[in-house]
């Protein structure tokens, strides 16, 4: 079966620097957006950033350059780079992506089971 497995998460204090990893791994044909959204308690799920397979990125607006998305293709890979980590960061990072398997005619959302990132003050 397909999944998505997200690492890298943890505690780190204000200013701190995280890399997060998602890997999707099974029977897969090809792997399009992937992205990262995260979910602080009583908050909704929001976009963190996302990228295509050959296009831009785009991110949400808090981020105000402190995050970085990037991918690697051949790994089915995504990463996010974050430095200067603010409490205000503290949620489950989820990773996401559509991917169509080996046997599916058509590519579906898949959600990671999410990785704790928590932001000391």
């Known amino acids: 079966q397909v999944q998505l497995v997200e690492s890298g998460g943890g505690l780190v204090p204000a200013g701190g620097s995280l890399n997060l990893s998602c890997a999707a791994s099974g029977s897969i044909s090809s792997v399009s957006l992937m992205g990262w959204y995260r979910q602080a308690p009583g908050n909704q799920r929001e976009l963190v950033a996302r990228?295509?397979?050959?296009?831009?990125?785009n991110y949400g607006d808090f981020v105000k350059g402190r995050f970085t998305i990037s991918r690697d293709n051949a790994k089915n890979t995504v990463y996010l780079q974050m430095n200067s980590l603010k409490p205000d960061d503290t949620a489950v990072y989820y990773c996401?992506?559509?991917?169509?398997?080996?046997?599916?005619?058509?590519?579906?959302?898949?959600w990671g089971q999410g990785t704790q990132v928590t932001v000391s003050s």
């Open positions: 996401n992506a559509f991917i169509r398997p080996k046997r599916g005619l058509q590519s579906r959302e898949y």
């Open positions: 990228i295509p397979s050959g296009g831009s990125a």
